[in-house]
């Protein structure tokens, strides 16, 4: 099915077509790219014009640019507008007027994207849903994910992210939202904002793009819920608030943390929810919560909901388990890997520790012979002034008292190594390289490890470095 044709595309961006073509998806990538694709010449690290010809050679029906690129034959199939990103945004807001369902926006400094996946599970069993890919979630990923939208599409899922004051005004306002979420308010980006209740006011702007009688939930446990609450009022026709605080809407009674599985207990109102998540975490029970919240909202089956939640498990680097085999000779000589190294701050770090505490390490099987609870934290990024005190504090968390063995990474993450007893101090490198060449000789049989960090701090490099210790998947790849 065409998602676009020349001449819808033109009339969105006011750009001129040089020859007749259709599109059935859009991209920004030529690695990712798949045939029959508008390729969007975006400006960004490297210039998208470079790479018309590449696209257009692997089956993209048209290309998105400002200028003609060079090494094209005559008659390509292009859509010239003055400014590539500008069009990609109208592209986004004329696919948004053509939707006739229901969109959720989504936004927080801690489980945006999860929530986003959440979302996605359990509203793809009700009706056709459109979400965002990764966390396309900035000035050039929403009007993407808005531009891929198909026109039948009854339910989408919009993540809106910021770095700097501005950013999530502008977006939401594109993305016009019937329901906006904001997750919850933590110290992340502390360099871009003088305190945490300028973050706040940042992330309450999301309810600024509402569409008349739209819905604004947001977090009530937090300390900046009132500066949120007044911005949902001012903007929504109805404000929600969830969280386990007195009056909470949605309102969380009970977390009980397994090893795999979270068990919540809550109540909607004056109906009491019981709801099972697939993957072990606090957070996960909130972000849950938010999410049959807007079941809810959205008039839609919340028995089938919580039944979806049961199954879900988070995107790769988000905490997602998996169990590396070190030896194929020996039965149970293998750890459990918890990746989640995609992003980091304080609250995230918090709960990431929570569920590496509340994991169960098994008994004589390698060379230690007690299984243990190991981390390996990266650096947290953009905490401003105050980053060497919030590294430091993870050492206090309870969390920590049950874990037995912290490696550290990062200059910022030195902060922690310092204050953590001398028992518990793994080893402290500069850069993720170091630990990644060493990683299969920091763990044994029977560990659970987690691997979180700042996306910046590239821990990623040491999850991977774990699993090609995985004997299971070598052997599988023959």
Known sequence: MNLWTATEAAAATGGRITRDWAAT????????????????ALSAARDGHDFVAQALA??????LVSRMPEGLPEGAPLLVVEDVQAALEALGRAARARMGGRVIAVTGS????????????????????HAAEASYNNHWGVPLTLARMPADTQFAVIEIGMNHPGEIAPLAR?????????????????????NLE??????????EGLEPGGVALFNTDISTAPILRAAATGHAARALGFGTARGAHHRLLSVDLHDGATVAQARAWRTPLLYKIGVTGRHFAMNGLAVLAIVRVLGLDRAVAIADLAAWAPPEGRGTRERLVLDLAADGMSIELIDDAFNANP??????????AASAPRNDLGRVARGRRIAIL??????????????????????????????CVGPKMRALWQALPERKRGRHAATAEEIAARAHRLIDAGDVVLVKGSKGSRVSLIAAALRRADRGTQEDRG
């Open 25 to 40: 998806g859009v991209s920004i990538d030529t690695r990712t790219l798949q045939p029959g694709d508008l390729f969007v």
């Open 58 to 63: 692997r089956g993209a029906a048209a290309a």
């Open 110 to 129: 801690v489980g945006k994207t999860s929530t986003k996946e959440m979302l996605r599970a359990v509203l793809s069993r009700q009706g056709r849903t």
């Open 174 to 194: 594109m993305a016009r939202p019937h329901v906006a979420l904001i997750t919850t308010v933590a110290a992340a980006h502390l360099e871009a904002f003088e």
């Open 198 to 207: 300028g973050i706040a006011r940042e992330k309450a702007a999301i309810y």
């Open 347 to 356: 609250e995230s770090m918090a709960a990431a520790l929570e569920v590496l």
């Open 378 to 407: 990266g650096d947290m990024l953009e905490l401003g002034p105050s980053e060497a005190a919030l590294h430091a504090a993870l050492a206090a968390l309870p969390a920590m008292q049950t874990i037995d063995e912290v490696h």
